[in-house]
């Protein structure tokens, strides 16, 4: 139950970050995965278990933000490729 928060960080992470210019898009994805992971270790208690927890929290935070914007470009592309004439 605790990998809920750093996931769903990293969901609106991604949905956030796909709506800014893709430089801007990553900056915004490397400067707030570790904010988001922060929190979420924070939340979750895990920080006082071992600070290890920090990473693998990073990793998810990034993973799904990463994914989420990949798909999302991936939906945009196939759907004006279907509604291109010619």
């Known amino acids: 139950m605790d990998e809920i928060f750093p996931l769903l960080g990293g969901l609106v992470l991604g949905l956030a970050a796909s709506q800014l210019r893709p430089v801007w898009r990553w900056t915004a994805i490397v400067l707030l995965t570790p904010l988001i992971a922060c929190t979420a270790v924070k939340i979750s208690g895990e920080l006082e278990v071992d600070w290890g927890y920090l990473l693998l929290d990073t990793a998810e ?7 989420v914007v990949a798909l999302i470009g991936w939906r945009r592309r196939a759907t004006c490729r279907l509604t291109m004439p010619g």
């Open 61 to 67: 935070v990034a993973v799904t933000a990463v994914a």
